[in-house]
């Protein structure tokens, strides 16, 4: 379905944003660093971004590092992403954890910019439009972004999915599904956990 | 009739002037001391017509963006009225309704939407923290539909707004086992920003009405800071983590 499809995957040297690419790679997608692309996915994360705190333990240094860090390099990519897709259209995929959504204690700074983002991607679906670049989000637990930090996400429900694994390869379905010719959707969140999270 | 705020000390970023002014004067009026924070003299406007109407204020010079400054608007509630009990952030970048294509956003515009309201909340929240966990408070943040559906025109605004609301979401779970609440407000009101606006464009109010079912562009006091007021009070003890729209239906989305 997207076999061949050309792809930017930023963050793509390292941690997720590499086993995103890779799984995109299983997919039959084409990564490539050069135009032209039709498909841009922001899959950077700062695992120390989401090294959880408290509020009151979250200095000013933390909370530019978790939050505004966090959005720039969003804006960054989303901007980037225009310059080469306005021309022939395309899709943009931003990932977001779900932690955004359901919000998450000791998170406060990074579960506000993923919120921050999602908006963005909404707001970039509306003004380019017009363009054909379609923009949206999928949304994964935020233990899958960074794997060494210990549990992250609140306790709101078991998967319905249970023992299903909602793992990288379910965010690289997800983006290319998203990618794929035809499909209608722009400015939505994808929620690839399983059943955990349900958007009202 | 309005929920009651007597002896209770409301702290209000952004409260010189539209949607603040609007909430200070509402929480004065069932019984708070306010502290009306601005980074302006117009504050002072805020506080006179709150004490003309035999309300208590003071006000607190206060740039949300310097942790200084919230840490002394706090400090001033404690002096001023022994304490603080409601946090209220409705403070937004002066650039908040200036249209803006997301390709063409620079650093300045950004940083400034950021600074203001989330760096803002950032410094509401610490500077808060001690006193809304001694006396059992609250918090509350103001929202947007831009930040629930995206914005055409404002997508900065939108971002920030939407951050707002994973803040909320997140220091509600933080803070409910310390006793405080924190939530959101949505507001659809008819602001000098919005009057600038319909100056500009005389339809605009025409297509904002037709989009809200109850037919009208909200009053900032009895049909926004009413809502603002009922957060934070004991009436809404079991609710955080909420966002409560005030919009005349406009948004239905949730």
């Known amino acids: 379905?997207?076999?061949?499809?050309?792809?930017?995957?930023?963050?793509?040297?390292?941690?997720?944003?590499?086993?995103?690419?890779?799984?995109?790679?299983?997919?039959?997608?084409?990564?490539?660093?050069?135009?032209?692309?039709?498909?841009?996915?922001?899959?950077?994360?700062?695992?120390?971004?989401?090294?959880?705190?408290?509020?009151?333990?979250?200095?000013?240094?933390?909370w530019q590092r978790s939050c505004?860090?966090?959005?720039?390099?969003?804006?960054?990519?989303?901007?980037?992403?225009?310059?080469?897709?306005?021309?022939?259209?395309?899709?943009?995929?931003?990932?977001?954890?779900?932690?955004?959504?359901?919000?998450?204690?000791?998170?406060?700074?990074?579960?506000?910019?993923?919120?921050?983002?999602?908006?963005?991607?909404?707001?970039?679906?509306?003004?380019?439009?017009?363009a054909r670049i379609r923009v949206n989000c999928v949304a994964p637990r935020a233990e899958l972004l960074a794997p060494d930090a210990g549990p992250l996400s609140p306790d709101v429900a078991e998967p319905a999915?249970?023992?299903?694994?909602?793992?990288?390869?379910?965010?690289?379905?997800?983006?290319?599904?998203?990618?794929?010719?035809?499909?209608?959707?722009?400015?939505?969140?994808?929620?690839?956990?399983?059943?955990?999270?349900m958007i009202p | 009739m309005t929920a009651s705020l007597a002896d209770r000390v409301v702290l209000v970023t952004g409260a010189g002037a539209g949607v603040g002014r609007g909430i200070a004067r509402a929480c004065a009026a069932?019984?708070?001391?306010?502290?009306?924070?601005?980074?302006?003299?117009?504050?002072?406007?805020?506080?006179?017509?709150?004490?003309?109407e035999g309300g208590a204020a003071s006000w607190a010079r206060c740039d949300v963006t310097a942790r200084v400054d919230v840490d002394d608007a706090v400090a001033h509630a404690v002096t001023e009225a022994g304490g603080l009990d409601v946090m209220i952030h409705n403070a937004t970048s002066r650039r908040s309704s200036e249209p803006a294509r997301l390709e063409d956003v620079d650093r300045a515009l950004w940083d400034d939407h950021v600074a203001v309201s989330l760096t803002g909340a950032y410094h509401c929240a610490r500077a808060a923290r001690d006193q809304l966990r001694a006396r059992s408070g609250s918090m509350i943040l103001m929202t947007s539909p831009a930040g629930m559906e995206g914005s055409l025109m404002l997508p900065a605004y939108g971002v920030v707004k939407a951050a707002l609301r994973g803040f909320t979401k997140s220091l509600a779970r933080e803070w409910g086992p310390d006793g405080v609440r924190v939530n959101a407000v949505s507001p659809l009101a008819q602001t000098p920003a919005m009057t600038n606006a319909i100056k500009k464009d005389p339809a605009l109010a025409e297509r904002l009405a037709r989009r809200v079912p109850l037919g009208r562009i909200g009053d900032t006091e009895a049909d926004v800071a009413t809502v603002v007021v009922f957060l934070a009070s004991d009436a809404a003890r079991y609710v955080t983590g909420q966002t409560l729209v005030a919009d005349g239906g406009r948004y239905l989305n949730l």
């Not at chain 1, 086993?19 to 995109?24: D, E, G, R």
């Not at chain 1, 498909?39 to 971004?49: K, N, S, T, Y």
């Open chain 1, 68 to 130: 505004d860090e966090v959005l720039r390099s969003a804006l960054e990519c989303a901007q980037d992403a225009y310059r080469r897709l306005h021309g022939s259209g395309g899709s943009l995929v931003f990932v977001t954890p779900t932690i955004g959504i359901t919000g998450a204690a000791h998170l406060v700074a990074y579960a506000a910019a993923v919120e921050g983002v999602r908006a963005l991607a909404k707001s970039a679906a509306r003004q380019w439009g017009g």
């Open chain 1, 1 to 62: 379905m997207t076999t061949g499809v050309r792809a930017l995957v930023t963050g793509s040297e390292s941690g997720f944003g590499r086993a995103v690419a890779s799984a995109l790679g299983d997919l039959g997608v084409e990564l490539v660093h050069d135009d032209p692309v039709a498909l841009v996915v922001h899959a950077a994360v700062d695992p120390v971004a989401l090294e959880p705190r408290t509020l009151a333990e979250t200095s000013s240094e933390d």
């Open chain 2, 30 to 52: 069932a019984g708070a001391h306010v502290v009306v924070a601005s980074p302006r003299e117009n504050g002072v406007e805020t506080v006179d017509a709150i004490r003309s």
């Open chain 1, 161 to 197: 999915l249970a023992g299903v694994p909602a793992d990288v390869r379910a965010v690289a379905s997800a983006i290319t599904l998203l990618a794929a010719e035809g499909i209608v959707v722009t400015g939505a969140t994808i929620v690839v956990d399983g059943g955990v999270v």
